[in-house]
């Protein structure tokens, strides 16, 4: 079946930092990769996506690659802010069949001013 | 509406009694899905619909655990006899088809079901 691995957090970072969160998947066929965020008592966000190999999802300042060879999907940002501090979720759907998500096990980040 | 739409935010009840939550998906879009969120993060997908028609169940627990959506009414999950172990967040998604493409899924804020 389908899986998603992330980083264990917490990810501590001080302001302007760079970012890196890394995911790795596993999947039959190929599915669509997806970054999502959850801020403090609020639902999912969707960060950015990719739907196929060497797709960039781009958003906000975070950006992901989708890499076949590498089956994975890292999450980075140049210079985190304050703001940035939530929970980060990496996911996949098959595109054909069940479109339900599978999610990594979250990755939370700590920005300190 | 622009976004999905889930009541109640939090609901408590007993253990043993029932619960049920409510999800209305954002307008246009034919996809539902739930997922519970238990500790440690962890997201459980449990049943998706395509309008009104159960289109995966492979996550729904079947002995407590139905869901439907019905034409102009809200989607909704319920728990019969509820345990300990329901407590979690339950999400709602919404997502639509573009020619033969999925679209992302669009979450609620979730319902924080609290087991006594």
């Known amino acids: 079946g389908n899986s998603v691995t992330q980083m264990e957090g917490p990810v501590t970072l001080s302001e302007e930092a760079f970012l890196t969160i890394n995911c790795t998947y596993t999947?039959?066929?190929?599915?669509?990769l997806f970054w999502y965020v959850q801020y403090p008592g609020e639902g999912l966000q969707l960060l950015l996506k990719?739907?196929?190999?060497?797709d960039k999802g781009s958003n906000k300042g975070f950006e992901a690659t989708y890499r076949k060879e590498t089956t994975s999907f890292h999450l980075e940002k140049g210079s985190v802010q304050v703001s940035d501090s939530a929970v980060y979720f990496c996911a996949l759907s098959a595109n054909t069949g069940r479109r339900a998500l599978t999610f990594g096990s979250g990755t939370r980040l700590q920005v300190q001013p | 509406g622009e976004e999905v739409a889930q009541t109640p935010k939090h609901l408590v009840r007993g253990e043993g009694q029932k619960a049920k939550l409510y999800c209305a998906p954002i307008?246009?879009?034919?996809?539902v899905f739930w997922y519970q969120q238990v500790l440690k993060n962890e997201f459980k997908f449990l049943i998706s619909?395509?309008?009104?028609?159960?289109?995966?169940e492979t996550g729904m627990p079947k002995e407590r655990f139905s869901a439907k959506c019905l034409p102009n009414s809200p989607c909704s999950l319920e728990i019969q006899a509820t345990k300990l172990e329901d407590s979690a967040v339950y999400f709602c998604?919404?997502?639509?088809?573009?020619?033969?493409?999925?679209?992302?899924?669009?979450f609620g804020d979730g319902t924080r079901l609290s087991i006594l």
């Open positions: 619909f395509q309008n009104e028609n159960v289109f995966d």
């Open positions: 998604a919404s997502s639509q088809l573009r020619g033969t493409r999925h679209q992302p899924q669009h």
């Open positions: 307008k246009g879009h034919s996809y």
């Open positions: 999947a039959t066929g190929y599915p669509s």
């Open positions: 990719a739907t196929k190999a060497d």
